[in-house]
């Protein structure tokens, strides 16, 4: 057994780890995160394209920006498409000049790995058989199998940034947390393009064939999505067949201008929301999607992951500079509050912009559900009160001041 010695053990390499490791070893706090694929699986996952202003300014803390801020695109709004009829949400107007950046999760997760190479931070990829122990000590420990070899690594915390599946959330005993769950019926089925996007601002449309979102990651790559039934498999989605669907849910003019071709990434993800309370147990502390996941129309998910970093981060920097880890204990209360927001905004998108195919939706007929949803939606689409409530939510509620 080789044993390791850090002051932070975190689980999992994907934005969420990445960006608390790089934060705390800026701070001279050490950690060693262990992941259990390897670094070019990771990157190969596309998943988030927005970036909320207090992420932005998280990685600029992370001094890891340079790329971001080259060549990410800050946008100052974007529309919703309803039946047709396009809506223009001017966020920046609607919220005294907030604005949003739009830039891969793959780009983000690729500019952290090379910033932890480049400090020669430890990484141990390709990690198996991953478990915390002693959570509820003043000595945790993790241990895992690399290359063959068992490792053990002592610690003062255990940060779970591994995910929705990952064992942090399993290691905390069921009759100690409570599980809030909502699976809904249907799935988002993505493909990725090297083609320009349709607009230059993203655009959310509901239509009676199910929901579609047009996105980008750069001027000539773009991001579609489209609501497919769960049972949907991705190789019935020909590049054919997906193209002219989206033209089907696009407005008009926009269908017309649409540039379609090969797709370079396609993929279902189901949608759920879920929220694990409390999101700490001992000296075990989950962060991101290991604690809570949004269905991805508000754009919340990583940014949710962003704001427990950042809560964590700066308890974590208080505890060691005042030698009083009991400060730690404040975690999950304050994290939870901004959680809650980004799941009731998500929650309430989704309702809004897809078609629920069920007989009951929310305890009530389909139809019922379907009225009050489109005269929700006629009601905050053609107010201003109504765009400033979806674009203050959208541009993400404000960190929560740790003192
Ligand atoms: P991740 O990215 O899932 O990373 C977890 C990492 O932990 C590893 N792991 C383990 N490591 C060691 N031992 C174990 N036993 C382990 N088990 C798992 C995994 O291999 C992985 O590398 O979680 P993290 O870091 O918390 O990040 C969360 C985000 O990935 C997620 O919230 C977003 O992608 C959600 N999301 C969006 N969020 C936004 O803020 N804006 C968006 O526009 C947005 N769009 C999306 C999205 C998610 C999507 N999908 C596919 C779910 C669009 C989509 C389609
Ligand atoms: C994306 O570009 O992948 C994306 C953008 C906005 C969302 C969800 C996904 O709400």
Redo the contacts with the bound molecule.
Sequence with gaps: MNTLNTQVAI???????LLLGQLLAKQGIDNII????SGEY?LGRI????LEQGFVDLVREAGVNERMDKEGHVHEGFDISYYGQVFNINIKELTEGKTVMCYG?TEITRDLMEAREAAALTTYYE?SD?AIHDAKSDAPYVTFEHGGESYRLNCDVVVG???????SRQTIPAEQRTEHERVYPFG?L?LLSDTPPVSDELIYCKTKRGFALASMRSETRSRYYLQVPLDHKVEEWTDERFWEELKKRLPEEMAARLVTGPSIEKSI?PLRSFVCEPMQWGNLFL????AHIVP?TG?????L?ASDVATLYKLLCKAYGEGDMSVLQRYSEIALRRVWHGERFSWWMSNMLHDFDEQEVGGMQKATFDQFMTSELDFFLNHQAGKQVIATQYVGMPYENID
């Design positions: 689980i999992g390499a994907g934005p969420s780890g262990v992941e259990r694929v990771v998943r988030a394209g927005i999760q990690s991953t940034c591994d995910g929705f599946h990952g064992v988002w993505g993800a962060v991101g999607d290991a991805p754009a919340k998910g990583l940014n992951a």
